[in-house]
């Protein structure tokens, strides 16, 4: 019922996987812009297997479930990965809509996710950059403001950013 509803949402199912167990690879080979599973309930394996293409291969994934026993499942399926987790009572015309918010979320937490390893980086850099004016005011006598325009005119001199800047002074003090 799924592919039937996925083909006539405009989808086209392009592998079918009898377990999880090379889900990885296939996702790897295929790069398929969805990932569809459909069983009773994830068990550690599958979940393993998934949490395993979130890390390396991430893919929309929607996994519809006919068991919902247990509720911890639930979580355990989005922290592997899951973008939509639908339990039981599944029809044709719920499949596309489901799919399309599945994306959506995807997509969110991607941009999210996106955002939090750039404001790390940023936060990174700051901290060499700080570290670096430290020496400098250390080493070269001058005042936090001194130390942060040398910086910033060797590395417009050198158009470079002042991170590579502060890394060059760490390095090079490091040795001293």
């Not at 569809?36 to 479930?65: C, G």
């Not at 060059?168 to 040795?175: N, T």
């Amino acid at each position: 019922m799924v592919e039937r509803a996925l083909q006539q949402g405009g989808h086209q199912v392009i592998c079918q996987l009898a377990s999880t167990v090379s889900l990885g690879y296939h996702v790897e080979r295929i790069q398929p812009d969805l990932i569809i599973i459909d069983m009773d309930s994830p068990d550690r394996d599958t979940l393993e297997h998934m949490t395993v293409v979130s890390q390396h291969n991430p893919k929309p994934i929607v996994f519809f479930a006919n068991d919902d026993q247990n509720p911890d499942v639930y979580r355990q399926a989005i922290q592997a990965g899951v973008s939509a987790y639908i339990v039981d009572g599944l029809t044709a015309s719920r499949v596309r809509p489901i799919v399309e918010v599945a994306i959506a979320r995807f997509e969110e937490f991607q941009q999210l996710r996106q955002q939090l390893q750039q404001s790390q980086q940023q936060l990174l850099e700051q901290q060499l950059i700080d570290q670096a004016k430290r020496l400098l005011i250390k080493h070269q006598s001058c005042n936090e403001t001194q130390a942060f325009n040398a910086m910033r005119k060797a590395a417009m001199d050198r158009q470079v950013t002042m991170a590579d800047i502060a890394r060059e002074l760490l390095k090079k003090w490091e040795h001293k």
